[in-house]
C-alpha cells in the first residue's frame, strides 16, 4: 500500500488552506500574537497566499511555490525580521493554535508541528543559533546555516530538517 503524504494525512489543500487562515486570522486578532502581527506588512493577503502554496508543497502536496517562485530560500527570506527564541516561540504559538483547529488528524498535526518547530528553530537568525556555522556571506550580514531542507522536510522521508537539502547558497 502506498504511503499517503503528510499533505493528504493533513486534509489536503482545503486544510492547508483553513490552517493559514486560521493562523493569519489568529495573528490579526488575539492579544497574545500582537508582537508577532507588528513584526509583519499591514496587508497581509500576499503573504498568506504565498504560504498556503508553500506548505501545499512542503508537505508534499502540489508544487505550485516552487512553480511560481523557484527555490524558497527560507531563512533569507526571513533575514530583515529579527527572529530569536522569544519570535520564534510566539510564531510557534500562533501556528500551534491555528493547528488545533484546522486539522482533525491528531497524526498528522503532531507531525507537521514537530516539522513546524525544527524549521522555526533553524530560522532564528540572532547570535547564538547552534544551527549555524558562524560564518557569513560576503556583504550580506547572512550567516551560513548548517544544511537544512526547506522544501522537502515534510513529506515524511527526512527525519531531520537540518541533516539534507539545501546548500547555504540556497537556503
Ligand atoms: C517554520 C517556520 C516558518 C515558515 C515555514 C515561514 C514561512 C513564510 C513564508 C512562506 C512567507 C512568505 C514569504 C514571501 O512572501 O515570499 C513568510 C513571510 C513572513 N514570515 Fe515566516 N515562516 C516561518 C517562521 C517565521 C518566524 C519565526 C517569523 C517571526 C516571528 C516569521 C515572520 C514572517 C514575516 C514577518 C513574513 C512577511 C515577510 C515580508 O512580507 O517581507 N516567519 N514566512
Redesign the pocket.
Known amino acids: 500500500m502506498t504511503e499517503q503524504t503528510l499533505f493528504m494525512r493533513l486534509g489536503g489543500a482545503e486544510a492547508v488552506v483553513r490552517l493559514v487562515d486560521e493562523f493569519y486570522n489568529n495573528m490579526e486578532q488575539r492579544p497574545e500574537f500582537a508582537a ?1 502581527r507588528a ?3 499591514p496587508y497581509l493577503a ?2 498568506r497566499d ?2 498556503k502554496l ?2 501545499m508543497e ?1 508537505t508534499g502536496g502540489p508544487a505550485s511555490y516552487s512553480s511560481a ?1 523557484g527555490h ?1 530560500r ?1 531563512r533569507r ?2 533575514m ?2 529579527r ?1 530569536g527564541a522569544a ?2 516561540d ?2 510557534m504559538n500562533c501556528m500551534s493554535a491555528a493547528l488545533t483547529s484546522a486539522v482533525a488528524n491528531a497524526e498528522a498535526r503532531a507531525e507537521i508541528t514537530e516539522n ?1 518547530a525544527n ?2 528553530d533553524w ?1 532564528r537568525n540572532q547570535a547564538g543559533n547552534p544551527h549555524d556555522a558562524g560564518q557569513s556571506f560576503a556583504g550580506t550580514g547572512v550567516h551560513e546555516p548548517a544544511p537544512a531542507d526547506c522544501m522537502h522536510v515534510a513529506n515524511s522521508t527526512v527525519e531531520n530538517p537540518t541533516k539534507s537539502g539545501c546548500t547555504p547558497s540556497e537556503a
Open positions: 508577532t513584526l509583519h506588512a500576499a503573504t504565498v504560504l508553500y506548505l512542503w517562485k524558497p527560507l527570506r526571513h530583515h525580521i527572529i519570535e520564534r510566539d510564531w513546524f524549521l522555526a530560522m
